[in-house]
Structure formats: C-alpha cells, structure tokens
C-alpha cells in the first residue's frame, strides 16, 4: 500500500479529531522517520517533546524487550520489582521525595488536581467542595474534562459542558494577577512553565521565582505542568531550573516513556504526596513493570547522554540561525534549549510552510494557524541540526 491509502483508511475510519500533515510514517531511527515510499525526513516534532531521546532508542528498546521476557503487567494490586528502582530514579533525577505513577500526561494532571484539592481541604483546611485552581489563560493540559474545564481554547472546550468548576483563569505571565486572585479557599496555582501549544510562550525571567514566592507566602501549592517542558527538552533537566522556583508538584509524561510507552507521574514531597491513602487514587496501568523498565532506561539515556546541555547549546545555534533567516513573513523566533517556535504574522498560513519543509524532507506542525514549533530529538547531531537549518532556510525564503 502506498502513503495515499493509508491516510484514506484513516479518514475512512477514523474519527476526525485531527488534521495531519499529508505524511505516513512507517519506520523510524533516532532522528529520522521514513514513509512507505523510502522517503526519510528529519523529525522536528518529536511526538510533541515525547521522543526527546531520539526514535528507539537502542537502551531503551533493550530494556523494553528484557523486561517483555519477564514480566508486563501486574497492577498495583501486588508489588512488582521494576516499579520501585523506577520511582527512586525518577525522585533522584527530579529531586523530590515521593512519585506517582499514571499513564498519559492528562492523567498525571488530574493527578496533581486530587492532590491539590486534597490537600487544600486535609492540611490547609478549606471545606471540601470549595477548593480553588488558579491557571493560566491559552494553556494546555490535556484532554480529560477537568483539562479542558480549565481551556481558554474554544476547539478544545467547545460543546463539552458541564465543566468541572473551581477554576480560574488568569493571564499568563502576570504574577501580580496571580496574587490579587489569591483567597482563603486557593489551593494551588497550576501552569506550564513555558507555554508549549500556546506556541512556545517563554515568560518574562522573573516570573517562575515570583510565582514560587507568592505560593510559599499565601499558603498555596505551586503545580508545573513539565510533560513537555521537561527532560532537557528547553536545555535543562525542567525548564523552572531556569529560575529559583521549585513548585510543590509536577506534573511528568511525554519523554519519560522515551517514546516507547505512554508513562506519566507526579513528583512532590511527602508532606504532599501523604494525601493519597489506599483507594484515594490509582490505575491499572500505572506503574506496571514495563513501563517502569522503559521509564528508567529513558531516564538514564537522559543523564547519560547528557542531553540537557546538548539541547542547551544546539538550541542556542538554532535560534541565531532561524533569526538571521531573510523570510518576510517571518516576525519572531523564540524558546529555549530545543523547544522553539518561528512565529508568523497574525493570519499568515503557516501549514504551507509546514508542507513545504515536509516536500523537503522536514516535518514540522504548526500550531495556532501562524506558529511552527520546531522540536527535534534531543540526540540530533550538529550535522543533522545543519541539513535542517539549510532546508528551513530554503523554504522560509520563499515566504
Ligand atoms: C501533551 C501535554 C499534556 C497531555 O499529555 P497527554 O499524554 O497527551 O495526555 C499535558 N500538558 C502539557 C503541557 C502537554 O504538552
């Protein structure tokens, strides 16, 4: 079959709850993908920052295939041997006491919701049933009810009512704002460190510490969603390590499975964390040996590799270059470490751009109708990072 039969079987039969780009894929290695054709393109999306390790990832696709000969599944009903080492890793890498393993990133934020709202109620004592979330405007959590309750984007939330209540929303990158909405019944304040489906939104420097001392100060728990700001994608293990801000939780998934397995968790200390008892939370999958097994190898491909810093400096490269790009629709590039974004003018069709770079054997979604987010596996090397500046540079000209 050919790349044309397989998207037609998908709109044949699939629900229509996304617009592709006009590519399939049916192989892939660490920075390239490859169609049915033989075609290979360099993968600039990096599953949304869930490859960050690179496509199959030799480690991990041995850890994977070790632990399929011994055990995959046991739910939490039991113990089992892999979850344990896995969740002292994800503690020693994060530096947190405690971790809970869910599934899907949606999941490790409902997680981080329970916990909040438990906690405001069990330790700071608001009445169960008022507890209050402060979020961000234009963020993107998910896609379980409570996520979308907490949209600002109406594809999102459009038609899905009733939402979940105790939700507020406020402007991104406004401490102050954050502060004012503050009251007896706020548990936590919840947003991504840097704005990723927004278009790569990076606050103002300042801010992330800023949020961290009004929460310490009022009482109220600082929640990051990291699940694609972190594991070195924006050039440091999590992004808040850009600032003094270390949040009371945070919420994990995407890379944590090396793109192999969705994995997902939150981190927090004990004092939080002692919220769950047994029955208060769980899932079937979460925590399951496999997972676990390809959770750990993703995290020491991580340090092994030392990806932080390569994303850091081939980041750095990669912005000095698209900015110096003559393209006249073009009005910005911003990010930081390998997480990045061209940022067109208001109503400029950046999908055209998108399937330019895709005939040229690049492929980059945009998001927003007029933003490219440019995100490679972290393991690219400079001679790869330079074959895609020169076919990004072929095509933004003629833009
Ligand atoms: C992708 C993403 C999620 C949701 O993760 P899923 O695995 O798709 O449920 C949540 N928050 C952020 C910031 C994300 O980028």
């Given at each position: 079959?050919?790349?044309?039969?397989?998207?037609?079987?998908?709109?044949?039969?699939?629900?229509?709850?996304?617009?592709?780009?006009?590519?399939?894929?049916?192989?892939?290695?660490?920075?390239?993908?490859?169609?049915?054709?033989?075609?290979?393109y360099l993968?600039?999306?990096?599953?949304?920052?869930?490859?960050n390790?690179?496509?199959?990832?030799?480690?991990?696709?041995?850890?994977?295939?070790e632990?399929?000969?011994?055990?995959?599944?046991?739910?939490?009903?039991?113990?089992?041997?892999?979850?344990?080492?896995?969740?002292k890793?994800?503690?020693?890498?994060?530096g947190?006491?405690?971790?809970?393993?869910?599934?899907?990133?949606?999941?490790?934020?409902?997680?981080?919701?329970?916990?909040?709202?438990?906690?405001?109620?069990?330790?700071?004592?608001?009445?169960?049933?008022?507890?209050?979330?402060?979020?961000?405007?234009?963020?993107?959590?998910?896609?379980?009810?409570?996520?979308i309750?907490?949209?600002?984007?109406?594809?999102?939330?459009?038609?899905?009512?009733?939402?979940?209540?105790?939700?507020v929303?406020?402007?991104?990158?406004?401490?102050?704002?954050?502060?004012?909405?503050?009251?007896?019944?706020?548990?936590?304040?919840?947003?991504?460190?840097?704005?990723?489906?927004?278009?790569?939104?990076?606050?103002?420097?300042?801010?992330?510490?800023?949020?961290?001392?009004?929460?310490?100060?009022?009482?109220?728990?600082?929640?990051f969603?990291?699940?694609q700001?972190?594991?070195?994608?924006?050039?440091?293990?999590?992004?808040?390590?850009?600032?003094?801000?270390?949040?009371?939780?945070?919420?994990?998934?995407?890379?944590?499975?090396?793109?192999?397995?969705?994995?997902s968790a939150?981190?927090?200390?004990?004092?939080?964390?002692?919220v769950?008892?047994?029955?208060?939370?769980?899932?079937?999958?979460?925590?399951?040996?496999?997972?676990?097994?390809?959770?750990?190898?993703?995290?020491?491909?991580?340090?092994?590799?030392?990806l932080?810093?390569?994303?850091?400096?081939?980041?750095?490269?990669f912005?000095?270059?698209?900015?110096?790009?003559r393209?006249?629709?073009?009005r910005?590039?911003?990010?930081?470490?390998?997480?990045?974004?061209?940022?067109?003018?208001?109503?400029?069709?950046?999908?055209?751009?998108?399937?330019?770079?895709?005939n040229?054997?690049?492929?980059?979604?945009?998001?927003?109708?007029?933003?490219?987010?440019?995100?490679?596996?972290?393991?690219?090397?400079e001679?790869?990072?330079?074959?895609?500046?020169?076919?990004?540079?072929?095509?933004?000209?003629?833009?």
């Amino acid at each position: 079959m050919k790349s044309q039969d397989y998207i037609d079987l998908d709109l044949r039969f699939g629900a229509h709850n996304y617009h592709p780009l006009p590519v399939v894929i049916s192989t892939a290695k660490a920075c390239r993908v490859q169609d049915p054709e033989g075609k290979t393109y360099l993968d600039f999306l990096s599953a949304y920052s869930a490859v960050n390790q690179g496509h199959l990832h030799p480690h991990i696709v041995a850890a994977a295939e070790e632990q399929l000969r011994r055990v995959s599944l046991t739910s939490r009903a039991f113990h089992n041997d892999k979850m344990g080492p896995f969740l002292k890793a994800l503690c020693e890498f994060t530096g947190y006491e405690a971790a809970l393993p869910m599934n899907t990133g949606a999941e490790a934020v409902e997680t981080a919701i329970k916990a909040a709202r438990r906690w405001g109620t069990e330790i700071k004592g608001v009445p169960n049933g008022r507890q209050k979330i402060l979020c961000a405007e234009n963020n993107f959590h998910g896609r379980t009810l409570a996520a979308i309750s907490m949209s600002s984007d109406p594809d999102s939330y459009g038609n899905y009512g009733p939402y979940a209540p105790g939700f507020v929303k406020l402007p991104f990158d406004d401490a102050r704002a954050v502060e004012q909405a503050i009251d007896d019944d706020t548990v936590a304040v919840l947003v991504e460190p840097i704005q990723g489906e927004a278009g790569v939104v990076v606050p103002r420097e300042g801010y992330l510490a800023e949020l961290q001392k009004i929460c310490e100060a009022r009482g109220v728990l600082l929640v990051f969603d990291e699940i694609q700001t972190g594991f070195c994608r924006t050039g440091k293990r999590f992004a808040w390590h850009y600032e003094d801000a270390r949040p009371d939780i945070m919420c994990l998934g995407k890379a944590l499975g090396g793109g192999i397995l969705p994995i997902s968790a939150i981190v927090a200390d004990t004092e939080v964390m002692k919220v769950f008892t047994p029955g208060s939370h769980g899932s079937t999958f979460g925590g399951n040996p496999l997972a676990c097994a390809v959770g750990m190898a993703s995290l020491e491909v991580l340090e092994r590799e030392k990806l932080d810093q390569r994303s850091f400096s081939l980041g750095e490269q990669f912005r000095k270059e698209v900015e110096g790009i003559r393209c006249r629709s073009k009005r910005m590039v911003r990010g930081r470490g390998l997480l990045n974004a061209i940022v067109f003018q208001e109503g400029f069709r950046a999908w055209d751009v998108c399937v330019e770079l895709k005939n040229e054997g690049l492929l980059a979604k945009q998001t927003h109708g007029n933003i490219i987010r440019f995100a490679p596996p972290l393991v690219i090397q400079e001679k790869e990072m330079e074959e895609a500046l020169r076919i990004i540079e072929k095509v933004l000209v003629k833009f």
